[in-house]
């Protein structure tokens, strides 16, 4: 499990929504006042239009087919698995670059410090989902095929604050964590269900250590939800 990233003595926390942070009172206001301004959040679409094969050619009908069999059953949620940490990855690697470049204003040691970590623990999971496709016989995947990544890409690179990086990065976490708590209870397979259970807890922490670095109280839940968990279909391979 990861540690909390390093924070700097007096170092200031990232500004979160206006609105939470009048709910939150003063103290909540200086946590993150030299940031910049609050991320606007956006919502992960459930479903994609790859589930609707009536208005597709029979040609594409076959070849969306073909793809969905490469990953049946429970191995498409693994698929899917993969794909979203890679999906993290990649928004994480361009959220440190967009801090080094200066177009995040000022980013708290704090917050790169998790990027860092984080991205590499998530590159872990990567590699572990992968394994148990290699096992049952079908290939690694590579990339990011996931019908939201346009939406996502665009949402990073209008990003204009830590806050924004971090809002983001806080979304796509609490959708790993939750897509793996469903996962525990939604697959057959034991090394399926076993890789979920170890890596849902990891990814709670890190969305728990963004709210804190938000302004927001760390775990806002008595349970887990699974309202935000991501669908099979949102994957495109």
């Known amino acids: 499990m990861s540690s909390a990233p390093e924070r700097g003595g007096c170092e200031p926390p990232l500004a979160g929504p206006a609105e939470e942070t009048e709910a939150r009172g003063p103290a909540r206001r200086r946590f993150l006042l030299g940031a910049g301004g609050a991320g606007a959040a956006f919502l992960l679409p459930a479903c994609s239009g790859e589930n609707d094969l009536s208005s597709r050619s029979p040609v594409d009908q076959a070849s969306v087919i073909a793809h969905r069999v490469a990953y049946p059953g429970d191995l498409r949620t693994v698929a899917l698995a993969v794909a979203l940490e890679n999906q993290v990855v990649g ?44 096992r049952a016989g079908k290939p690694a995947l590579t990339g990011v095929p996931l019908s939201d990544q346009k939406e996502i890409t665009t949402t990073l690179a209008r990003a204009t604050s830590a806050a924004d990086a971090a809002t983001l990065a806080l979304q796509l976490e609490e959708q790993a964590a939750q897509t793996y708590l469903m996962a525990t209870y939604g697959v057959g397979g034991t090394s399926e269900m076993e890789t979920a259970a170890t890596i849902a807890p990891v990814e709670a922490m890190h969305a728990s250590i963004l709210r804190f670095l938000l302004g927001q109280y760390p775990v806002p839940d008595a349970f887990l939800p699974v309202d935000r968990a991501a669908r099979p279909s949102l994957l495109t391979v």
């Open 91 to 134: 928004v994480y690697t361009s959220a440190l670059a967009a801090a080094r470049a200066g177009r995040l204003g000022t980013v708290p040691r704090a917050l790169t410090s998790f990027l860092t970590r984080a991205m590499a623990q998530h590159t872990d999971h990567a590699k572990v989902w992968n394994t148990v496709l290699t």
